[in-house]
C-alpha cells in the first residue's frame, strides 16, 4: 500500500538558520503530495501541494518539489523564524476504491530558538 | 471562510463508556474522513464518506461506527472504551469532484481521553 517515509524530529535549529525535512513515497499510482503544518493544539493545515512530477509547491517561504525518479518531497526553507516552530507532515493523495485518502507521514517536529 | 468544526474539544471518559464526537465539515463538501492521531503518533485513516455513504474503512476498530447525516455531518461513536483509545480524533472534508490534488481541510480535533 502507499506510504510516506519522513525525517525524524525534533529538528532544532536557530533563527534564520536553512531548514530540509526529507520525505519520501511509495504509492501504486500517480499521487498528489502534500505538506501539513500543526501547531500545538490545533488541527492540520495545508501548507503547501504538488500534483505532478516535477512541480513546485511553495507557500509562506516553504518549497517544496516534487520528484518522481528520487520518489521525495522534501520541504525547505530558506530562514526559519521562531513562529514556524510546528510539527510538519507529509503526506500523499492517491485514488482508492474512487476515493482520494490522504496518508500522512509520522510527522517531524520543529523548534526553532531566537 | 467557514472550517471544518469538530465538538466537544476535549472529552474525558471512563473505560468501558462510550464516547460520540461530532464533526461539521465545510459547506458543499462532499467528503468527510476521520483520524485518530495517537501521542507522537501520525494521523490513521479510520472510515470516510461520500454524499452520506461510507466509502472507505481504515483501521477503525469494530467498537467505533461512524455515520453522515442529512445535513452532512458526521459522527463517530466510541463504544467499550480502552485507554488506549486516548488520542486527538481528527475530521476532515474535501470536495471530491476536483479530482486528485484536493486537499483536505482538517478540524481542530477532539482530545479523547480514557481514564
Known amino acids: 500500500g502507499d506510504s510516506v517515509t519522513q525525517m525524524e524530529g525534533p529538528v532544532t535549529l536557530s533563527e534564520e538558520a536553512f531548514l530540509t525535512i526529507n520525505c519520501t513515497y511509495t504509492?501504486?499510482?500517480?499521487?498528489?503530495l502534500f505538506w501539513y503544518v500543526q501547531y500545538p493544539g490545533e488541527g492540520l493545515q495545508l501548507l503547501l501541494k504538488a500534483t505532478k512530477a516535477d512541480d513546485k509547491g511553495s507557500n509562506k517561504g516553504f518549497e517544496a518539489t516534487y520528484r518522481k525518479e528520487t520518489t521525495s518531497f522534501h520541504l525547505e526553507k530558506g530562514s526559519v523564524q521562531v513562529s514556524d516552530s510546528a510539527v510538519y507532515f507529509c503526506a500523499l493523495s492517491d485514488q482508492t476504491g474512487g476515493s482520494y485518502i490522504p496518508t500522512f507521514g509520522r510527522g517531524t517536529s520543529l523548534i526553532v530558538h531566537p | 471562510a467557514a472550517g471544518v468544526i469538530q465538538s466537544p474539544r476535549h472529552l474525558i471518559k471512563e473505560k468501558r463508556e462510550t464516547a460520540t464526537l461530532k464533526c461539521y465539515p465545510i459547506?458543499?463538501?462532499?467528503?468527510v474522513y476521520w483520524y485518530q492521531q495517537g501521542p507522537g503518533q501520525d494521523p490513521q485513516f479510520l472510515i470516510s464518506?461520500?454524499?452520506?455513504?461510507?466509502?472507505d474503512k481504515g483501521s477503525i476498530p469494530d467498537r467505533f461506527s461512524a455515520q453522515q447525516f442529512s445535513d452532512y455531518h458526521s459522527e463517530l461513536n466510541m463504544s467499550s472504551l480502552e485507554l488506549g483509545d486516548s488520542a486527538l480524533y481528527f475530521c476532515?472534508?474535501?470536495?471530491?469532484?476536483?479530482?486528485?490534488?484536493?486537499?483536505?481541510?482538517f478540524g481542530q480535533g477532539t482530545r479523547l481521553t480514557v481514564v
Open positions: 476532515a472534508s474535501s470536495f471530491s469532484d476536483r479530482g486528485l490534488g484536493t486537499e483536505a481541510f
Open positions: 459547506p458543499r463538501h462532499d467528503t
Open positions: 464518506f461520500y454524499e452520506k455513504m461510507q466509502s
Open positions: 504509492a501504486t499510482g500517480y499521487p498528489s
